[in-house]
């Protein structure tokens, strides 16, 4: 059977969709996508069910108007932007459910909200933005991420949830990611844990440099591993 939905028809083609029991891994360059892209999902998502997200570097009211705005094609989140309509989509929502990470960015406190949401809430659907974060203040961010991704892929499958996670990258050698440059699974920082455990990996590339607006605002999403049939790796 094919599993839940991707926002975007050609995603589902070639990975048949998305099941419970999997981790996602997502990366790209600074300001190339990757918070739009997860917003969109997000928006997609709250159809189906119960969400939680764990945006820690980003305040929770700044993610609810950037989902509101996906759920109405507007740019709430913009200052000065019309907001007709907010409150209307804001009372709509009742399956949203956002982690304030002024509190703690610390992957066991995370781990035991994600089991609360997942046995006390039904949430199966689960975005965490971005792991770097959680190792950041490791003596040893390999070894942490590490630690930290075995975790995630033990915990999917406990849990039969499906969960996102956005990754930084490492400087590639040539081309910048921000200008452009190919997105590979090595660039993920901690690559080697994050290939180990993650089910499908998505890379997004943009030219944010090029001389036309066109190339700017084009962006390339790549399938850098597809665990489930092997067929979209390198569409």
Request: aromatic share 8%; with cysteine.
């Amino acid at each position: 059977e094919e599993g839940l939905p991707w926002f975007l028809e050609e995603l589902n083609e070639t990975t048949y969709g998305r099941r419970y029991g999997e981790c996602v891994a997502l990366g790209a360059g600074t300001g190339v996508g990757k918070t739009t892209f997860v917003t969109q999902q997000i928006a997609s998502d709250l159809s189906r069910g119960p969400v939680a997200v764990f945006a820690l570097e980003q305040l929770p009211t700044e993610t609810v108007l950037r989902v509101c705005g996906m759920l109405k094609d507007k740019p709430y989140h913009i200052p000065g932007a019309d907001r007709t309509g907010l409150r209307k989509t804001l009372e709509g929502i009742d399956n949203l459910y956002m982690y304030d990470s002024f509190g703690s960015t610390e992957w066991e406190v995370i781990k035991e909200r994600i089991r609360y949401l997942a046995h006390h809430h039904d949430v199966r659907i689960f975005y965490l933005d971005h792991l770097t974060a959680l190792a950041a203040h490791a003596d040893d961010e390999r070894k942490a991420l590490e630690s930290i991704m075995a975790d995630i892929g033990g915990l999917v499958k406990e849990l039969n949830i499906w969960l996102l996670f956005v990754s930084h990258l490492a400087t590639p050698d040539g081309k910048p990611h921000e200008e452009g440059g190919r997105v590979m699974a090595r660039h993920f920082k901690g690559s080697r844990s994050i290939a180990f455990w993650s089910h499908f990996m998505l890379g997004i590339e943009r030219a944010q440099q090029a001389d036309t607006e066109d190339e700017r605002s084009t962006s390339t999403l790549r399938v850098l591993k597809d665990r489930y049939t092997g067929r979209a790796t390198g569409q």
